[in-house]
């Protein structure tokens, strides 16, 4: 089914991230290096039979300092290098890689090339990295292709320890393993072992006439808000009140079980008569909210509340900024916020 590109082009975007960090010996801290001191510990990368052509954010950032506005950035250079390139790779920090994948499914509509972000847990000059293996991998598919010649993962990814995942699928969480990420609520697109196995059925196909079209709008007017026995009124009630907010992620109990107290009802109500869009996401990492399964769930339901489905977080903050941001009325946000945009829900 695969068959390796020949003379592929690979565009590597690196924004930075403990990947590209090196040692500071004096202070024991963690530094960034540049693209170029990158490329000396991995000379492996000059074998690869692929043109890598780099793009290098000037200074590298931590991920923690992640912005949309980064966001537009590496939307506006894969649209601009779009023609260019057989697929795109972005090296970038943990912490917020799955923020990121997700906001450019939602940004790239109609992407028809695989753009692939990866980084790792250790530096790449420490000798047990983590990130030389996630690097090569990322790049092989970037550039794979089937024997039509048509690219193998047309779809933003997060590419880390040997998977391959849907990046709005993804969570970082792991802190400590190489397996930082998992994809709970949908299967591997890919897993690299001797070979690279990849799972067509669960990957986005690619669509001769398809256009790839730039979104770069985005509102940050949203907040989250995670439940917990004990929580007080007065954080739900000035929560609601934020000056300019419209949306709330609501992370509620198991299939999106709230406390049935009247006054946490009366306030999620209010808000959705105020045009707030509340999307109830659950804190468990994997399985779905459902609200009609318990009385906890099914009277969120009926004030307004919108249910997250299956959706990560990540994915639910992300997509509520792209569709605010693109000036849609509450009932129409709470309607998309059901359809999925980039198969970033089950439906
Ligand atoms: N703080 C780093 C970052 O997200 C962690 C990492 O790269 O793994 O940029």
């Given at each position: 089914m695969k068959?390796?590109?020949k003379n592929a082009s690979v565009l590597l975007i690196y924004t930075g991230g403990t990947i590209g960090m090196i040692e500071n010996t004096q202070t024991g801290t963690l530094e960034n290096f540049n693209f170029e001191q990158l490329q000396q510990y991995i000379p492996e990368l000059r074998k690869l039979n692929f043109?890598?052509?780099?793009?290098?954010?000037?200074?590298?950032?931590?991920?923690?300092?992640?912005?949309?506005?980064?966001?537009?950035?590496?939307v506006t250079i894969i649209r601009e290098h779009y023609d260019q390139y057989d697929g795109f790779v972005i090296l970038h920090g943990t912490d917020t890689m799955a923020y990121t994948a997700s906001a450019l499914s939602f940004m790239l509509e109609g992407l028809n090339k695989p753009v692939i972000l990866t980084g790792s847990q250790l530096p790449i000059g420490v000798l047990r990295t983590d990130g030389k293996e996630n690097l090569m991998t990322s790049i092989e598919i970037a550039a794979a292709q089937d024997i039509n010649g048509h690219p193998m993962v047309p779809e933003v990814c997060i590419f880390f320890e040997n998977h391959l995942m849907r990046g709005n699928r993804t969570t970082k969480m792991n802190a400590?393993?190489?397996?930082?990420?998992?994809?709970?609520?949908?299967?591997?697109?890919?897993v690299a072992g001797i070979h690279i196995r990849f799972n067509p059925v669960h990957i986005h196909s690619y669509a001769e006439t398809r256009e790839v079209k730039a979104h770069l709008l985005l509102d940050t007017n949203i907040?989250?808000?995670?439940?917990?026995?004990?929580?007080?009124?007065?954080?739900?009630?000035?929560?609601?009140?934020?000056?300019?907010l419209k949306a709330l992620v609501l992370e509620t109990y198991g299939s999106g079980n709230a406390p049935r107290k009247p006054w946490f009802i009366r306030c999620l109500k209010e808000a959705s008569e105020r045009g707030i869009v509340v999307v109830n996401v659950t804190q468990c990492n994997a399985g779905t909210v459902e609200m009609e399964r318990y009385e906890t769930g099914y009277q969120l339901l009926q004030v307004g509340v919108v249910s997250g489905r299956d959706s990560t977080t990540e994915s639910a903050v992300t997509k509520l900024m792209f569709l605010i941001g693109h000036g849609y009325s509450a009932t129409e946000i709470r309607e998309r916020m059901n359809q999925s945009i980039a198969g970033e829900i089950s439906v």
């Amino acid at each position: 089914m695969k068959e390796k590109a020949k003379n592929a082009s690979v565009l590597l975007i690196y924004t930075g991230g403990t990947i590209g960090m090196i040692e500071n010996t004096q202070t024991g801290t963690l530094e960034n290096f540049n693209f170029e001191q990158l490329q000396q510990y991995i000379p492996e990368l000059r074998k690869l039979n692929f043109q890598i052509d780099s793009y290098q954010f000037d200074p590298p950032m931590d991920s923690s300092d992640m912005e949309p506005e980064i966001w537009k950035k590496l939307v506006t250079i894969i649209r601009e290098h779009y023609d260019q390139y057989d697929g795109f790779v972005i090296l970038h920090g943990t912490d917020t890689m799955a923020y990121t994948a997700s906001a450019l499914s939602f940004m790239l509509e109609g992407l028809n090339k695989p753009v692939i972000l990866t980084g790792s847990q250790l530096p790449i000059g420490v000798l047990r990295t983590d990130g030389k293996e996630n690097l090569m991998t990322s790049i092989e598919i970037a550039a794979a292709q089937d024997i039509n010649g048509h690219p193998m993962v047309p779809e933003v990814c997060i590419f880390f320890e040997n998977h391959l995942m849907r990046g709005n699928r993804t969570t970082k969480m792991n802190a400590e393993n190489f397996n930082a990420f998992r994809s709970f609520n949908y299967p591997a697109l890919a897993v690299a072992g001797i070979h690279i196995r990849f799972n067509p059925v669960h990957i986005h196909s690619y669509a001769e006439t398809r256009e790839v079209k730039a979104h770069l709008l985005l509102d940050t007017n949203i907040a989250v808000l995670k439940l917990f026995p004990g929580i007080q009124e007065n954080v739900i009630v000035a929560t609601l009140a934020i000056e300019g907010l419209k949306a709330l992620v609501l992370e509620t109990y198991g299939s999106g079980n709230a406390p049935r107290k009247p006054w946490f009802i009366r306030c999620l109500k209010e808000a959705s008569e105020r045009g707030i869009v509340v999307v109830n996401v659950t804190q468990c990492n994997a399985g779905t909210v459902e609200m009609e399964r318990y009385e906890t769930g099914y009277q969120l339901l009926q004030v307004g509340v919108v249910s997250g489905r299956d959706s990560t977080t990540e994915s639910a903050v992300t997509k509520l900024m792209f569709l605010i941001g693109h000036g849609y009325s509450a009932t129409e946000i709470r309607e998309r916020m059901n359809q999925s945009i980039a198969g970033e829900i089950s439906v």
